[in-house]
T-cell receptor, first 109, second 116 residues
Framework: EDQVTQSPEALRLQEGESSSLNCSYT??????LFWYRQDPGKGPEFLFT???AGEEKEKERLKATLTKKESFLHITAPKPEDSATYLCAMNSGYSTLTFGKGTMLLVSP | GAVVSQHPSWVICKSGTSVKIECRSLDFQATTMFWYRQFPKQSLMLMAT?????????EQGVEKDKFLINHASLTLSTLTVTSAHPEDSSFYIC????????????FGQGTRLTVV
């Protein structure tokens, strides 16, 4: 069964304290690993799509990487405005996404 | 990036009434759109897949007669919650795929439905 597991469930960082969020997945054939940011009361905001092991993508303080079993979202020198829930999802075919439960990130000034 | 617009962003309705939520892809055509439901502090749960010009595909446990989906054009899908009850109160989110070299999924801003 296709499954996405995110850890930790919640993460509290000080401003400037870099860290990584984990997304582990099990799937027979990965057709895309997606990262989204979701603010309270809002829809998910697209961040990255990764397709193959070894692929990396960057956007401002965020960097997403992909292996055959997991993906990491690295946050470098985070700021309070990076506080949000970060969702990982995979596309195993048929264009439907399977979501993890998310990591709630809080960055304190 | 591509824009998916969802309307309304919030709605309050009385029990027994019906509520329609619209999802539009503003700058691309979407043959497939998806409707999700999200409870507080939970992840997104897929309710149904909306296909332009054909019937929607519902996930197990989702009542198709209660959650009516219409995908009348390549840029518009609607979700109608019929005979709403307080337990239908939730955050509903639509998504549309922009196909291309790299298929990307974009989400609407969500609709907070409160049934009183």
């Amino acid at each position: 069964e296709d499954q996405v597991t995110q850890s930790p469930e919640a993460l509290r960082l000080q401003e400037g304290e870099s860290s990584s969020l984990n997304c582990s997945y099990t799937v027979s054939g990965l057709r895309g690993l997606f990262w989204y940011r979701q603010d309270p009361g809002k829809g998910p905001e697209f961040l990255f799509t990764l397709y193959s092991a070894g692929e990396e993508k960057e956007k401002e303080r965020l960097k997403a990487t992909l292996t055959k079993k997991e993906s990491f979202l690295h946050i470098t020198a985070p700021k309070p405005e990076d506080s949000a829930t970060y969702l990982c999802a995979m596309n195993s075919g048929y264009s439907t996404l399977t979501f993890g439960k998310g990591t709630m990130l809080l960055v304190s000034p | 990036g591509a824009v998916v617009s969802q309307h309304p962003s919030w709605v309050i309705c009385k029990s027994g009434t019906s509520v329609k939520i619209e999802c539009r892809s503003l700058d691309f055509q979407a043959t497939t759109m998806f409707w999700y439901r999200q409870f507080p502090k939970q992840s997104l749960m897929l309710m149904a897949t909306s296909n332009e010009g054909s019937k929607a595909t519902y996930e197990q446990g989702v009542e198709k007669d209660k959650f009516l989906i219409n995908h009348a054009s390549l840029t518009l899908s609607t979700l109608t919650v019929t005979s709403a009850h307080p337990e239908d109160s939730s955050f509903y989110i639509c998504s549309a795929y922009r196909a291309g070299l790299n298929t990307e999924a974009f989400f609407g801003q969500g609709t907070r439905l409160t049934v009183v």
